[in-house]
């Protein structure tokens, strides 16, 4: 698997060529945010993860600055934030809101029965705002730190289960 999407990522001269990103190539081109390893792969699923449970917009382009700073795999980044889909966003979003309504001690709102006009959500605000966003940041930041562990845990015994049928065969 790692050899086929090492296959399909851009190289460092088709993004210095490429004249839509010319201006950011030098950050694009550095080759730790393409690594396919175990540490690099964790982190950008984890930004991804982050990321995709804040209901924001750019959530892919937050992701992909982060993974660049971070220096973590920035395509599992970006791709990692589609957790948040036009399918899976009404689910996600609604249980943010009442984890974080739960988590402030709030009485949620029954948001099946809410006028969703535009002026009733602006007199809302804060009662949906804020639950939500802290919601949002928690559940982002559980994700986070999961799917991190999980896939360091994975990779490795991976690994150990390979180097043990490898070990067998060569006998």
Do not use: C
Not at 71 to 86: C, G, Q, R, Y
């Amino acid at each position: 698997m790692k050899k086929r999407l090492q296959k399909i990522t851009p190289n460092r001269d088709w993004l210095e060529n490429h004249k839509v990103l010319k201006p950011v190539a030098k950050w694009l081109g550095n080759p730790k945010i393409w690594h396919f390893n175990r540490r690099a792969i964790a982190m950008g699923v984890a930004i991804g993860f982050f990321f995709g449970s804040l209901p924001i917009a750019g959530q892919m382009l937050l992701s992909a600055i982060v993974s660049i700073v971070s220096k973590a795999n920035m395509p599992i980044s970006v791709v990692a934030t589609w957790i948040s889909n036009p399918f899976t966003m009404p689910f996600l979003f609604t249980a943010n809101y009442y984890f974080g309504a739960w988590l402030l001690q709030r009485p949620a709102l029954q948001l099946e029965n809410m006028d969703w006009s535009l002026q009733a959500l602006l007199q809302l605000g804060g009662n949906i705002l804020v639950p939500l966003f802290f919601g949002s940041i928690v559940v982002g930041v559980i994700l986070a730190v999961t799917s991190y562990i999980v896939i360091r845990i994975l990779w490795r015994l991976h690994i150990v289960s390979y180097l043990k049928s490898r070990k067998i065969r060569s006998k």
